[in-house]
T-cell receptor
Framework: GQQVMQIPQYQHVQEGEDFTTYCNSS?????IQWYKQRPGGHPVFLIQ?????EVKKQKRLTFQFGEAKKNSSLHITATQTTDVGTYFC??????????FGKGTRLSVIA | KAGVTQTPRYLIKTRGQQVTLSCSPI?????VSWYQQTPGQGLQFLFE???????NKGNFPGRFSGRQFSNSRSEMNVSTLELGDSALYLC??????????????FGEGSRLTVL
C-alpha cells in the first residue's frame, strides 16, 4: 500500500534555530496535510496542500509541496518552546485513505 | 460547536478480553476514521466509515472491527486482546472522509493498556 516516509524521526534544536521536516512518497499524491501533536495531546490540523509547487505560510511556518507532488516539507523559522511536539504529514492519492508519516518529534531547548 | 468525543479515555484490560471504544463525531460530519497510535509506528489507519458503510480498511487482523450508526457515532471493537494492542486509539471526524480533501478533527483518544 501507499507509504509516506518522514524524516528526521527526532530533532533537537536550540530556541531560535530553524527546523525542517520532510515527507516523501514514491507515488504522486493528491494532497498532503500537516498535523501537530503536542505531548499528551491529539493531532491538530495545520494545513493542506493540493497544487504542484504550492507554498503556504503561517507566521513562522512555511509549507511546500514538490513540483512532482511526491514530497513536501515543513520549515519553522526561529523555533520557540511552544513549537515542541510531533509533526506529522498525511497524504493520499486517488481513492486511498489518508496515510500518516511516522512523524518528527521536535524538542526545543531554551 | 462540540468537538470529537471519545469514550472511555483510559481503560485497562487483560489478554483475551474484548473492548469496545466509542466515538461521537462533530455534528454534520458523516465520516469517522480510526487510527492506532503507538510510539514506534506512529498513526496507523484502522478503518473508515462513511454514512454507516465501511469505506476503507487498513492492514489489521479481523479481531479489529467497527461500525457506524445512523447518527454517525461509531464504535470499534477489539476481540481477544493481545499485549501488542496496547495503544492510543484515535478517532477522527470529517465531512467528506479521508479520500477527499479536507481536514481531520481528532478526538482526545482512548488509551488502552492490555496486561
Amino acid at each position: 500500500g501507499q507509504q509516506v516516509m518522514q524524516i528526521p524521526q527526532y530533532q533537537h534544536v536550540q530556541e531560535g534555530e530553524d527546523f525542517t521536516t520532510y515527507c516523501n512518497s514514491s507515488t504522486t499524491l493528491s494532497n498532503i496535510q500537516w498535523y501537530k501533536q503536542r505531548p499528551g495531546g491529539h493531532p491538530v490540523f495545520l494545513i493542506q496542500l493540493v497544487k504542484s509547487g504550492e507554498v503556504k505560510k503561517q507566521k513562522r511556518l512555511t509549507f511546500q509541496f514538490g513540483e512532482a507532488k511526491k514530497n513536501s516539507s515543513l520549515h519553522i523559522t526561529a523555533t520557540q518552546t511552544t513549537d515542541v511536539g510531533t509533526y506529522f504529514c498525511a497524504a493520499n492519492s486517488g481513492n486511498t485513505p489518508l496515510v500518516f508519516g511516522k512523524g518528527t518529534r521536535l524538542s526545543v531547548i531554551a | 460547536k462540540a468537538g470529537v468525543t471519545q469514550t472511555p479515555r483510559y481503560l485497562i484490560k487483560t489478554r483475551g478480553q474484548q473492548v469496545t471504544l466509542s466515538c461521537s463525531p462533530i455534528s454534520g460530519h458523516r465520516s469517522v476514521s480510526w487510527y492506532q497510535q503507538t510510539p514506534g509506528q506512529g498513526l496507523q489507519f484502522l478503518f473508515e466509515y462513511f454514512s454507516e458503510t465501511q469505506r476503507n480498511k487498513g492492514n489489521f487482523p479481523g479481531r479489529f472491527s467497527g461500525r457506524q450508526f445512523s447518527n454517525s457515532r461509531s464504535e470499534m471493537n477489539v476481540s481477544t486482546l493481545e499485549l501488542g494492542d496496547s495503544a492510543l486509539y484515535l478517532c477522527a471526524s470529517s465531512f467528506g472522509g479521508t479520500v477527499s480533501t479536507g481536514e481531520l478533527f481528532f478526538g482526545e483518544g482512548s488509551r488502552l493498556t492490555v496486561l
